[in-house]
């Protein structure tokens, strides 16, 4: 029950500013409980540096914010040696990337040598510069953002690279009825750059937040939910729509994920809901659509969907 109530907790004192991306929002703690990444696709001016910034605020975690640009250099993320001119000594300056919850802001504007820069650091929790190795903070979150209207000026990001994000999360346009309500908070006095104004409080300490992942490692998933993720990576690679399917990697962040949000619904088990709820944002950045399944108005959720269909559920 404790991830229940703490996850209930963030969500609620998330209200207090976010208004209509309760979803988007939810896949972002259940990424922080699972030791994940997030991707965090849609056009500006949808919340989602607010979204990056509440949550350093409800989990008193230090927050750095990095605008990815065709000229950013890796050292410019990670950090370097720098000689001190008054003691002839190197100094290691520290990039933006040691922090808890970093903030890619456009990351496929950046070229691939800088993007690739982050590998070490998701997937490992350190960098290495001059060849010494340093351990990053504890929580480490990386949410990444892009923009899927505009191409100009940006740069794929390599699969290798898409594989480490536990998510991909869309973020759309809230309802006018939503957005309405957004106009009434900012007429009252908002201000999305001074959240300190917003009254939020801190919901988890870096201790609580090792006690919930611990209760999530308890977790109980049975034989058949395993082999129903499986497949669903088994018939994402068959599927006549893709050309890549998910890779071991996808069933393992689906497992993992799965039970982080089973345990959000205080429960000890996962069930099938749970791992059809979390499908497409752990497989949309990670398979890759045929030309003509295109053509046909497929994109990646309506493909999963159909690979959904063709698996068999556990009873």
């Given at each position: 029950?404790?991830?229940q109530?703490?996850?209930?907790?963030?969500?609620?004192?998330?209200?207090?500013?976010?208004?209509?991306?309760?979803d988007?929002?939810?896949l972002?703690?259940?990424?922080?409980?699972?030791?994940?990444?997030?991707?965090?696709?849609g056009?500006?001016g949808?919340?989602?540096?607010?979204?990056?910034?509440?949550?350093?605020?409800?989990?008193?975690?230090?927050?750095?914010?990095?605008?990815?640009t065709?000229?950013?250099?890796?050292?410019?993320?990670?950090?370097?040696?720098?000689?001190?001119m008054?003691?002839?000594?190197?100094?290691?300056?520290?990039?933006?990337?040691?922090t808890?919850i970093?903030?890619?802001?456009?990351?496929?504007?950046?070229?691939?040598?800088?993007q690739?820069a982050?590998?070490?650091?998701?997937?490992?929790?350190q960098?290495?510069?001059?060849?010494?190795?340093m351990?990053?903070?504890?929580?480490?979150?990386?949410?990444a953002?892009?923009?899927?209207?505009e191409?100009?000026?940006t740069?794929?990001?390599?699969?290798?690279?898409?594989?480490?994000?536990?998510?991909?999360?869309?973020?759309?346009?809230?309802?006018?009825d939503?957005?309405?309500?957004?106009?009434?908070?900012?007429?009252?006095?908002?201000?999305?750059r001074?959240?300190d104004?917003a009254?939020?409080?801190?919901i988890i300490?870096p201790?609580?937040?090792?006690?919930?992942?611990?209760?999530?490692?308890?977790?109980?998933?049975?034989?058949?939910?395993?082999?129903?993720?499986t497949?669903?990576?088994?018939?994402?690679?068959?599927?006549?729509?893709?050309?890549?399917?998910?890779?071991?990697r996808?069933?393992?962040?689906?497992?993992l994920?799965s039970?982080?949000?089973a345990?959000?619904?205080?429960?000890?088990?996962?069930?099938?809901?749970?791992?059809?709820?979390?499908?497409?944002?752990?497989?949309?950045h990670?398979i890759?659509?045929?030309?003509?399944?295109?053509?046909e108005?497929?994109?990646?959720?309506?493909?999963m969907?159909?690979?959904?269909?063709?698996?068999?559920?556990?009873?």
């Amino acid at each position: 029950m404790m991830v229940q109530e703490i996850a209930e907790a963030i969500r609620k004192e998330a209200g207090k500013v976010l208004v209509g991306q309760e979803d988007p929002f939810t896949l972002i703690v259940v990424a922080l409980l699972s030791s994940g990444h997030v991707l965090l696709e849609g056009v500006p001016g949808t919340a989602k540096t607010l979204m990056a910034k509440t949550l350093a605020h409800l989990i008193q975690a230090e927050f750095k914010r990095v605008q990815f640009t065709p000229d950013l250099m890796p050292s410019d993320v990670v950090g370097t040696q720098v000689l001190e001119m008054s003691t002839g000594q190197f100094r290691l300056r520290k990039g933006p990337i040691f922090t808890q919850i970093l903030l890619g802001d456009e990351i496929n504007r950046a070229p691939a040598k800088t993007q690739s820069a982050l590998l070490e650091a998701m997937e490992e929790r350190q960098v290495t510069i001059e060849g010494q190795r340093m351990a990053l903070p504890e929580p480490f979150l990386v949410l990444a953002t892009q923009n899927p209207i505009e191409y100009e000026g940006t740069y794929p990001l390599p699969e290798a690279q898409l594989d480490r994000f536990l998510f991909k999360v869309l973020v759309d346009y809230a309802p006018q009825d939503i957005e309405t309500e957004v106009l009434r908070r900012y007429h009252r006095g908002f201000d999305a750059r001074q959240l300190d104004t917003a009254g939020l409080q801190a919901i988890i300490t870096p201790q609580t937040l090792a006690e919930c992942r611990a209760a999530i490692n308890a977790v109980q998933v049975e034989d058949g939910i395993m082999t129903y993720i499986t497949g669903i990576a088994s018939e994402s690679r068959k599927s006549l729509d893709l050309v890549l399917g998910g890779s071991p990697r996808a069933s393992i962040a689906l497992l993992l994920a799965s039970k982080t949000y089973a345990a959000m619904q205080g429960r000890q088990y996962v069930s099938p809901d749970d791992v059809k709820f979390l499908v497409r944002p752990v497989y949309r950045h990670r398979i890759i659509l045929k030309p003509e399944a295109e053509i046909e108005g497929l994109n990646a959720d309506t493909a999963m969907g159909r690979i959904l269909a063709r698996v068999e559920v556990p009873r």
